[in-house]
């Protein structure tokens, strides 16, 4: 049989011809719903969280930048979208899952927060890596 050649699918009082273009899309669209439904039911969450020690970005994983390894934070519009990209101090960008300025009103206000936590914790250590202080005589 020719898998080129475009096939007959008969039911009860249906008779229908599907190119293969037509299947492939149809196929397309099928796995795209199925995965955004998994994703819609199994809640993944994407965004970033804010700490003391250092940027926490959850996109699937979670993986934490410190404050004092992110030298610059920048905006970047793409088709339209503003996102935030942290480039880290060995050379590497990573492109924030949150916040974007397609999906959020107060994108403007998150990029202020977040610019400003981390220019209150990137030149000093985490506390938990602080000098000890001396005991008091």
Known sequence: MNSSAPRTAQGPGRSFRLGL???DLA???GRSLVGVAVLTLTGRRRGVVLTEDAL???DGARRELPWSGIARLEVRRVLGVSQVV???ADGRRTTLPAPTSFVDARFEAKVRELTQWWAERRLS???AAAAP???AP
Do not use: E, G, N
């Open 27 to 29: 196929q397309v669209l």
């Open 86 to 88: 942290a480039h880290l």
């Open 21 to 23: 273009a037509q299947r």
């Open 133 to 135: 202080t001396a005991p």
């Open 56 to 58: 926490v970005v959850v």
């Open 125 to 127: 250590p985490p506390p």
